[in-house]
């Protein structure tokens, strides 16, 4: 039987494993939005179909002016 010195340190990960762990799951997510968003599965409808077209709408709008701010920037005369 071998004698442990230290046996906290078997129960704990190593400092690099957080940061390994962690960069996996930054890594996973992005790949996972690439896929849904902007990998190319042709003219077909999907499963994300749906999804990336919701989320492009809401993106349109978002960095859009509507009508009234259009209006408001040309009474400033900034348009």
Do not use: C
């Not at 704990?12 to 996996?24: G, V």
């Not at 499963?47 to 002016?65: A, I, N, P």
């Amino acid at each position: 039987m071998r004698r442990v010195l230290n046996a906290k340190a078997l129960h704990e990960p190593p400092a690099w494993s957080r940061r390994f762990h962690a960069a996996s799951i930054v890594i996973s997510l992005g790949a996972g939005l690439y896929t849904a968003l902007y990998y190319d599965n042709g003219s077909e409808n999907h499963v994300l179909s749906s999804f990336r077209q919701w989320f492009f709408d809401k993106m349109s709008r978002l960095t859009s002016l509507s009508d009234q701010d259009l209006a408001e920037l040309k009474a400033r005369d900034k348009i």
